[in-house]
């Protein structure tokens, strides 16, 4: 009998579009490569561990990257490669668990509790899972395995790549404890200089602290830290993924200032946001705008809509009048949008009983066009000479496995 009080099993892909590209060009592998657009304006979305042995890392400039590392190669992304891959290892997973909630398109987490008489005790189990996932796709995979999900979480990433790292509920305050305090969920680049220059280098230094000392000096998170340096965290794992928001952010190519221009991409956000809202059935009760400026300031404003909708003309509608509430001049670098209080289309929710008809039905009839000949199928003729942007984002939209609710069928 193990005597575990659950076994979750976290499972993250090693350096997962690096990785693909290598395995799909053998010309690739054992070299330094970077995924992202080759533009210095872009920045990288993924470095193999070749290129990150030179400092290079995701979310890094493209320019900084390649003075750091010149001989890497820079690979355009290939979006739907990774999410066909990444559909297959969720697959995959779900075959382990019925309990399976995907985070992203690379990692996951499983509740495998109870599952020691299919699968054998924890270390079998994050084998299996290893040898399964490398059969299905030609992937290397790194599995954490422990009785919460922050732990099983910082084993995955303990011995990457290739890694398998079990941690006993029993052991893991222990073992946390000489782990930096950078490995606490929540503690990034910001946080990360505070609690260092308060004397809180390890986890272990936080584990020994006063509670209420952390109260003090971080507020209701100095608990939450104190509880994940005792390896206490009561999460469970989820079994769906309900979207919460759809959005569209996009580096542009050249920097923007001109309002005309400004809402020329915004329109163009609107459009991707709408048909995907559309697809999964969702309409939205508010909209958000992003703008970045040259100066990577990120700016946003948000408004809730005074009924749900799914149409690019009232997202569009909203976002102009957002842009009015920024009163920083640009120029910007991005422009963004997204559609958030996702709810059913067909639920219990009112929607307008005087939508526009006829502009709902040249919506739906060019999603239809975009879903049999592709998205550049039907473009505005504005479209066709304007400059475009750096590149896209990784739609996510697949991994939204919540059902329709009995009430909206």
């Not at 890497?72 to 739907?80: L, M, N, Y």
């Not at 606490?184 to 986890?203: D, N, S, T």
């Not at 997204?338 to 006829?358: I, K, S, V, Y």
Request: with cysteine; glycine share 8%; charged share 30%.
């Amino acid at each position: 009998m193990l005597g575990w009080p659950a076994i979750v099993a976290h499972a993250d892909m090693d350096a997962f579009y690096a990785a693909v590209e290598q395995m799909d060009d053998p010309g690739l592998r054992g070299r330094p490569v970077l995924v992202g657009p080759k533009s210095a304006r872009g920045v990288v979305l993924t470095a193999s561990y070749e290129a990150r042995r030179y400092g290079v890392g995701s979310a890094m400039p493209m320019a900084q990257a390649t003075r750091r590392c010149p001989e890497a190669v820079i690979v355009e992304p290939r979006f739907e490669r990774y999410q066909e891959l990444s559909a297959e290892t969720m697959r995959v997973l779900g075959d382990f668990s019925p309990r399976l909630e995907a985070l992203s398109l690379d990692e996951a987490f499983l509740d495998m509790t109870g599952a020691e008489a299919i699968f054998g005790g924890p270390e079998e189990m994050g084998r299996q899972i290893k040898r399964k996932v490398f059969e299905a796709t030609g992937l290397r995979i790194s599995v954490g395995l422990s009785a919460t999900k922050y732990v099983a979480k910082v084993a995955s990433d303990y011995d990457k790549p290739d890694g398998l790292t079990v941690v006993p509920p029993d052991q893991a305050h222990a073992w946390l404890a000489a782990l930096p305090v950078t490995k606490l969920w929540g503690v990034g680049k910001k946080a990360a200089p505070r609690l260092q220059a308060l004397g809180y280098y390890a986890i272990g230094d936080i584990a020994r602290a006063d509670v209420r000392l952390l109260r003090r000096q971080f507020g209701s998170a100095g608990s939450r830290l104190h509880d994940l340096a005792h390896a206490r965290d009561p999460r469970q794992v989820l079994r769906a993924r309900a979207a919460k928001s759809i959005g569209s952010d996009r580096t542009l190519r050249a920097d923007v200032s001109r309002r005309e221009d400004i809402e020329l991409h915004l329109r163009r956000a609107a459009d991707r946001i709408a048909r995907r809202v559309r697809s999964k059935g969702y309409v939205a009760g508010g909209v958000r705008v992003r703008l970045k400026t040259s100066g990577f300031e990120l700016l946003a404003r948000q408004r809730s809509l005074a009924g749900p909708v799914d149409l690019a003309s009232e997202f569009f509608a909203v976002g102009r009048r957002l842009l009015d509430e920024f009163d920083h001049p640009g120029p910007f670098r991005l422009v963004g949008m997204t559609a958030f209080d996702l709810d059913w289309r067909r639920g219990p929710r009112q929607l307008d009983l005087f939508e526009n008809a006829a502009r709902r039905n040249l919506e739906t009839t060019i999603d239809g066009l975009v879903d049999r000949f592709g998205r550049n199928a039907v473009m505005r003729a504005r479209d066709l000479s304007h400059p475009g942007t750096v590149g896209e984002g990784a739609n996510l939209d697949f991994l939204d496995t919540a059902e329709v609710p009995a009430s909206a069928v």
